[in-house]
């Protein structure tokens, strides 16, 4: 038996960061839905939650998976179930970018905290800066 344990703190916006997900309630439903969809199509999901104009998920890859299937998966599920559902005034969909880097065993409970404020986090702070400091922080510019 193999043991695999590679956690990605995983995040992407929504097409032109359009805050859809502009009320409690349907981000709520929308984690949810992403939650369900991850554990059925056998993504282990340990955390989601975002704002009106983005998703933060953390995910443990398993064996035979790679970022851009797990991502192709949680995204595209998502923005058709939003769509078939019409839970948004105008066609919904995510931004093709994203921005996925892994994340040590020792900070593991750091990034579960910091996806689980993500409501309180953004009243002080946009998208935008905190992208711009995850681009920066992680040396991707």
Wanted: hydrophobic share 35%; with cysteine; net charge positive.
């Amino acid at each position: 038996m193999s043991f695999i344990k590679i956690y990605i703190h995983l995040v992407f916006s929504t097409k032109n960061r359009i805050p859809f997900l502009n009320t409690f309630d349907l981000r709520v439903r929308m984690w949810k839905h992403i939650k369900e969809n991850a554990s059925h199509k056998g993504i282990y999901l340990d955390m989601v939650n975002g704002y009106s104009d983005h998703c933060h998920c953390l995910i443990s890859l398993g064996s035979g998976q790679n970022v851009e299937k797990v991502v192709q998966l949680l995204k595209g599920e998502s923005s058709f179930w939003i769509n078939k559902n019409q839970l948004t005034q105008d066609k919904f969909s995510w931004q093709d970018e994203y921005f996925a880097v892994s994340v040590s065993e020792s900070k593991v409970d750091a990034v579960r905290e910091y996806i689980k404020n993500q409501e309180k986090h953004h009243q002080k702070r946009s998208f935008s800066d905190e992208y711009q400091e995850f681009l920066e922080k992680n040396n991707f510019v």
